[in-house]
């Protein structure tokens, strides 16, 4: 995952380095609308405590600067700095158990995106969620012939995130809250979905050599499941997909 134009930085070695074009143009982003309407949790339920008591950490995973480094936009960067003391830009320590070099990641970081660190999530206030916070563990899925058609996931959590284990609990609200905030972004921002097109691109790589193929929340309010080799759309039922880690019982 790192070197794309992304939203999470996580610190496992499944998503390897893919050389993405810097984003050359950046559009003016009205952060504090999207912010207001891009504001559903993900689920009714609190999905961090459902996840928390299987992190050592005691964390939810998502919450876990070990496990995920968010990013932020330059200018919602200066959004969130001029509004909340609740971010600081990355240093690499923040991880006591692996602390870590941050010129590497930042390296690696796109120009138009910065590395960030919250106070934690008992501390959370989120009127002030960074964009990488609220789509977590979502992604826009891009086809090969580039339509964003729906929610896909990071795939590298389903062993820890409760949610992906319970897909049938993600809200119509947050469904069309996320569609709506992309197609908005991507309208403005032609290489933004490009690099999401090189996330998919890589899905659709890591599901075939699992033989699986990619559960997508479409935008039509459906639910399919892609093949991987030539994304031919399959409609399924809930009860029919997989479950991870201790979330299988």
């Known amino acids: 995952m790192r070197g794309n134009c992304i939203q999470f930085f996580p610190w496992t070695p499944v998503f390897r380095y893919n050389a993405v074009r ?17 504001d559903a949790p993900v689920t009714v339920e609190d999905c961090g405590r ?15 600067i070990c496990r995920a480094v968010p990013v932020a936009y330059l200018q919602e960067w200066k959004y969130l700095s001029e509004n909340t003391d609740l971010w600081h830009e990355w240093r690499g320590d923040e991880c006591q158990a692996e602390p870590v070099d ?11 995106l910065t590395l960030l660190a919250c106070k934690g999530p008992s501390e959370c206030q989120r009127n002030f969620r960074a964009t990488s916070c609220r789509q977590f ?9 580039y339509r964003f058609i ?13 949610v992906l284990s319970h897909l049938d609990h993600v809200t119509e609200t947050y469904r069309r809250e996320f569609i ?25 790589e890591w599901f075939a050599e699992e033989n699986r193929r990619i559960p997508l929340l479409h935008r039509n309010g459906g639910l399919y ?14 009860n029919k997909l997989r479950k991870f880690g201790p979330y299988k019982d």
């Open 22 to 38: 810097m984003c050359e143009f950046v559009p003016k982003l009205d952060m504090a609308a999207i912010y207001k309407d891009f």
């Open 50 to 64: 459902m996840c928390k008591p299987f992190n050592p950490s005691g964390l939810p995973f998502c919450c876990d």
């Open 102 to 112: 941050p010129a590497e990641m930042r390296s690696e970081t796109p120009e138009h």
């Open 137 to 145: 563990p979502f992604y826009p899925y891009v086809t090969d012939n």
């Open 150 to 162: 729906g929610l896909a996931y990071y795939w590298d959590f389903e062993p820890n995130c409760w």
């Open 180 to 204: 709506s905030m992309y197609d908005e972004i991507f309208n403005l921002w032609p290489d933004e979905f490009y690099s999401y097109a090189a996330i998919s691109v890589e899905a659709r």
């Open 225 to 238: 499941l892609i093949s991987p080799g030539n994304e031919r759309l399959y409609k399924t039922t809930w």
